[in-house]
């Protein structure tokens, strides 16, 4: 039954048994928590409503501000906090992500309100990959690779993937084998490896960047692919065949370096040389022409005398290159033969002794002047008559 229903007693739920009506006093109920608390402290309860009472009262109520707010700031210091040079500080508000800080000193709101997890963000992280693979020409290679990474996202690495470190296994184990499944042997143990450790370092990066697993792949390092021990023999010969094959392309394309512009250079002085021969011939060719014409002009001009020129030089041109001479007397039957050529040749030897001086030096000889005297003199006597 309720306190103010009829046949309740009148009772009042604030202990008042009287007739009056509302809540108590508050000074009242003040007085006694007061009482309360200073008898906990070890101060004396006051019974009455004396001064000594008030006095002792305002005296705990001071004391327990105090301690209090001794209390409060000691709360408040514990959410100053510091994040190192290598590391990112992950705020959370009742367990839930509110915000990263960087170095320095910060403040939130301390426990149980909001709390912070540090995360190095400069510690590097290694594993080693090693398996067999199969290649797209369909040969086994064992590969082995080093992958180095660190955290670029604090808030991703923590909360957007339950193990990064294994997800960035998983997904170097499955880029690995698509890529050496799309390339062949010898671009593997070849010139390849370099190119393939790009790839692979690329195609991790963008799935650890669709998982969201703050992770960044910092290098990917591919150690030199070998066969099987099975077939290790085989691979080395097969290697050792391609090396001498590429030794032996270099030797050909030194030597056709070195032949070609020869090559070349001794086909451009045979065309020069084709040119200059054309052009002198040519040359040559048009002179006589023209020299042809100006006689026959001057032919036209004056038979007679051009024709008899033209004799006399021919015959002076062919009789000029002959040594023996044929003199016709007047008045007698005889013909007399002159030995020009012997009388040649012995001017020519005195002429060669005479022009050898006694420090061996040759001096300009005179022999063509002697040789062609006696066939002007002929041809002198000869036009005379």
Same mark, same amino acid.
């Given at each position: 039954m309720a306190w103010n229903e009829p046949g309740g007693g009148n009772r009042d739920p604030w202990g008042n048994k009287g007739g009056e009506q509302g809540p108590p006093d508050l000074d009242e109920v003040v007085r006694k928590l007061q009482d309360k608390l200073g008898g906990f402290f070890g101060g004396r309860r006051s019974g009455g409503t004396g001064g000594g009472g008030g006095s002792a009262g305002g005296f705990n109520a001071r004391l327990i501000g105090i301690i209090g707010g001794i209390l409060l700031a000691i709360w408040l210091a514990t959410g100053i906090y510091i994040v190192g040079p290598a590391e990112r500080g992950v705020e959370l508000r009742f367990g839930a992500y509110t915000t990263t800080t960087g170095p320095g000193p910060h403040w939130h709101i301390p426990y149980p309100v909001e709390s912070v997890v540090k995360v190095n963000v400069d510690e590097v992280s290694t594993f080693t990959h090693q398996a067999a693979m199969l290649t797209k020409d369909e040969n086994i290679v064992e590969l082995e690779l $080093?992958?180095?990474?660190?955290?670029?996202?604090?808030? +991703? #690495? %923590? #909360?957007?993937?339950?193990?990064?470190?294994? $997800?960035?296994?998983?997904? !170097?184990? /499955?880029?690995? @084998? !698509? /890529?050496?499944?799309?390339?062949? =042997? +010898? #671009?593997?143990l070849t010139e390849g490896r370099g190119a393939i450790a790009v790839q692979i370092q690329e195609r991790v990066q963008d799935l650890m960047n669709g998982y969201r697993t703050g992770l960044l792949v910092t290098s990917v390092n591919m150690q030199p692919a070998r066969p099987p021990e099975q077939v290790k023999d085989a691979f080395d010969d097969a290697i050792k065949a391609r090396e001498d094959k590429e030794r032996i392309e270099n030797t050909a394309e030194a030597y056709a370096n070195e032949i070609l512009p020869k090559a070349r250079g001794e086909a451009a002085r045979i065309v020069a040389d084709a040119k200059a021969y054309r052009d002198r011939v040519v040359a040559e060719a048009e002179g006589q022409t023209a020299r042809f014409l100006a006689v026959l002009t001057e032919y036209r001009k004056a038979p007679d005398v051009t024709?008899?020129?033209?004799? =006399?030089? /021919?015959?002076?041109?062919? %009789?000029? @290159?002959?040594?023996?001479?044929?003199? +016709?007397?007047?008045?007698?039957?005889?013909?007399?033969? %002159?030995?020009?050529?012997? =009388?040649? @040749?012995q001017s020519r030897d005195k002429a060669a002794s005479a022009s050898t001086s006694s420090d061996g030096q040759v001096q300009p000889s005179v022999q063509g002047t002697s040789a062609l005297t006696p066939s002007r003199a002929v041809n002198r006597e000869r036009s005379v008559r």
């Open positions: $080093t992958v180095q990474s660190r955290i670029q996202d604090a808030a +991703d #690495f %923590l #909360f957007q993937d339950q193990d990064p470190n294994k $997800t960035l296994r998983d997904a !170097t184990e /499955t880029v690995v @084998r !698509t /890529t050496i499944g799309a390339s062949r =042997l +010898d #671009f593997i024709r008899e020129r033209l004799y =006399l030089e /021919t015959m002076q041109e062919v %009789l000029g @290159r002959s040594s023996k001479v044929v003199v +016709d007397v007047a008045d007698g039957d005889s013909v007399m033969y %002159l030995p020009l050529d012997q =009388l040649l @040749r």
